[in-house]
Each structure stands twice: as C-alpha cells, then as structure tokens.
C-alpha cells in the first residue's frame, strides 16, 4: 500500500467531462495525488466513446456543455450495460433546485458547484466511492451467503427484490 499527503493510495479510475480546459486541469491536479486516474474529455460525445472502453469508477460530469449536454451525456452512459451502475457528481454552475432534482432522477450520486474547493471535491469524490464499494459488496456478500457464482447479476424472483431495489432498477432502465 502506497501512501501520499496521509491518505491511503487508490486505483480508481474517474472520467471527468467539461468543455472548460481549465477545469479538467483543476479535476486532473486535485484528484491524481490521491492516487486517482484521471481521464478527462471535453464532452459528451467522447465521454460516451470513453465509457465502455475504461469502465470508470466513477464520472464527473459537467451540466452545460456545447452540443450534447450533461444530462443527456448521462443517459447514453447509463443506457451501456458496462457503465449502467456508475456513480455520477455532477458539476454545474447551477445548483438550483429544479436542477439539483432532474439530476437525482437521472441517477446522479452528488452535486458539486463551480468553482470548486479542491478539498471538497475530493471528499465528495472519497465518500461517493466509498458508498459504491460499500454497495457493491453489500451485493456480493448477499449472492455469496446464496450461494451464487460471484459473476451473478441477479437471480432469484421479484419478490426477493426491496422496492426500493426495484424502482431503481426500473429506473435505470428506462
């Protein structure tokens, strides 16, 4: 385990989509001392050719954007089975509510304003992880205690599905 500035080295990826170069540095700057890799694109449609190729731990994804917009950049990633659970922060000068709301709905994990704080950013990033791995293994334990080929997606019927499990599947897919 390597270490740097006291916290503890990771490998997780992050794509980062904003069309202003100096944000993408910044994202760049702040995250890659961590020990994040940090593939940056300046918009939607290379996020959406970027995706499936890297498989991102998690993406960073600006609102406004020339062409295709944040919201939209996230549908398309959602609907690539290989980025379909991929934890999302968007980054928008506009955090209002009514925003702040269809981000939600469309899957979004956080909601970071620009300009940044470094520091915040990488909390935000650190503690989106972490609730990701927390889940993914929550997912593993219950298909391990199930007896279960580890590579399982799901099994069983819909019954033993929570509701809330359910909605956002549904969701997700639609």
Known sequence: IA???GCRMTSSRILAVDDDEFIR??????????GYEVIAVG???AAIDWAPRIRPSLLLLDVEMPGMDGWT????????????????IFLTAHQETPN???????GADDFLGKPFDPEELHLRVQNVLRRHGDLERSVR???SSR???PDAAFTGSLDQIGLASLLSLLEQER
């Open 3 to 5: 270490w740097s500035k």
């Open 100 to 106: 702040r709301i269809r981000g939600f709905k469309l």
């Open 25 to 34: 540095q910044a994202i760049e700057i702040t995250l890659t001392p961590y």
């Open 43 to 45: 918009n939607g449609e």
């Open 141 to 143: 334990e219950r298909l």
């Open 73 to 88: 950049t996230l549908r398309h990633i959602r609907a690539l089975p290989e980025c379909s659970m991929t934890p999302v």
């Open 147 to 149: 007896n279960a080929p």
